[in-house]
């Protein structure tokens, strides 16, 4: 890749060498993963699902929401890939990927709830 034209060079390594920077289309997965993180009640069952593994009832108990409220963040956490489920009998239990992605949001949430929640 040439280097851009800048109006303003100041010689740093990113401006000298542009294929450094990943290209716009990892920037949006990251956004789309991130947007999933912009729903306190979608965080909050995100968080319990890394402790534990969950079916729709418990969960809805755990985080006071109805059944049809936490189904539908369920859904738009798997369709994301931070979580997975399995079926045993009628009921389907819930838990945090075992991704790297998952591991590194949760526990960038619970460093963001120590430093925010600190009073």
Not at 22 to 39: H, S
Not at 51 to 79: F, G, W, Y
Request: proline share 5%; net charge negative.
């Amino acid at each position: 890749m040439s280097l851009p034209n800048l109006p303003h060079s100041h010689g740093q390594a990113i401006e000298l060498d542009p294929d450094k920077m990943p290209p716009a289309e990892d920037f949006q997965v990251i956004a789309d993963i991130f947007k999933q993180l912009g729903d306190s009640s979608r965080i909050r069952i995100f968080w319990l699902l890394c402790h534990c593994e969950e079916c729709v009832i418990n969960i809805s108990a755990l985080v006071d929401m109805t059944s049809p409220a936490v189904s539908h963040h369920l859904r738009q956490l798997k369709a994301s890939g931070l979580i997975v489920n399995r079926r045993e009998g009628k009921e389907v239990y819930y838990k945090a990927a075992e991704t790297e992605q998952a591991q590194l949001l949760h526990r960038m949430i619970e460093k963001l709830a120590a430093i925010a929640c600190i009073s």
